[in-house]
């Protein structure tokens, strides 16, 4: 997890003399949890010889935190777009801000952190790269965001779809946190794609796992009711894996009324089990999860190429 180093840069991004932005800020801030955009970021420069004390690099640490800073407000800024889209109640146990000061506060907090983000990035070295790299990540992720409420409008299921949903979704951005220290380094291209394909294989596994989980994960472990997925429509890859066999009208209705009847929900875990497309679905999240560490083989062996093939690793057996 990014250290003390990394929250004080955060805080120093999102002062505001506007007490609810200042306010949104710090929770941002205190918040904890993993971190994983950031951490993915920090690790990816180590395993390419940066570091606090590296002296292998012409950049600073100091440059590398604020990169990291910048993936963290991208991720936080959609986060705090997606719980309003989704009428969510709770963030990481904690009343969403929407809830707290209303959708205006909240969408121009999000709004405020991208401009932030902005301006970190215009004073880095290869700014304009990056800018763009960015640039096209947030693009990615919004329409992925809105690929996902397309598809359950029209009921388009397909895992053509859904994979590039889960790109958008989260795929996306840790590719950016992976490719990201490359780009700022000037590693090599080898380096920058091998990076770049574990950070989209890993983020591909990552949102997998949290879909499989949503249907199929114990409700005390994962801190939310199974099912959301359903309640919104959205045919996640286990339930795509039905659709086609003896259970595809049924199915396809229960999507089709956003699982509103009771029993919907518990008919679908059902029958996931029942023609095991649970373990056809980590069957998939192993390929993804293998392929993101087989990625890491192109950079020399380290303890953060090590650290960044053990959170795929973790995938394999994750439960909330």
Known sequence: MPDAAFETRMREVLRSDVEFIAIIGEDLVTAGGKRVRPLVTLLAAQALGAGPDALATSHSWDELLRLSVCVELLHSASLLH??????????????????????????????????????????????????????????????????????????DYS???????????????????????????????????????????YGMAFQMQDDLLDLLGEEAQIGKPVGGDLRE??????VLCLLGGPHDAEVRAILERRAGEDGDVARMIALARQERTDDCTREEIRRRARLAIAALDALPPSPARTALAALAERELNRTH
């Not at 907090?109 to 960015?134: I, Y």
């Not at 859904?162 to 220290?181: C, D, M, N, R």
């Not at 429509?233 to 286990?238: I, L, V």
């Open 159 to 201: 895992f053509e779809n859904y994979f590039q949903v889960i790109h958008g979704k989260t795929a996306a951005l840790l590719e950016l946190a992976a490719q990201a220290p490359a780009m700022l380094l000037g590693a090599d291209d080898s380096a920058r794609d091998a990076l770049s394909t574990f950070g989209r294989e």
């Open 82 to 155: 997606d719980d309003l889209i989704d009428d969510s109640d709770k963030r990481r146990g904690q009343e969403t801000a929407f809830r707290r000061f209303g959708n205006v506060v909240s969408v121009m907090s999000g709004d405020f952190m991208l401009a932030r983000l902005l301006g970190e990035l215009s004073g880095m070295p290869g700014s304009p790269a990056l800018t763009r790299a960015f640039g096209q990540a947030a693009s990615v992720i919004c329409e992925g965001e809105v690929l996902q409420f397309q598809v359950a409008s029209y009921a």
């Open 233 to 238: 429509g959205k045919a996640t890859y286990p």
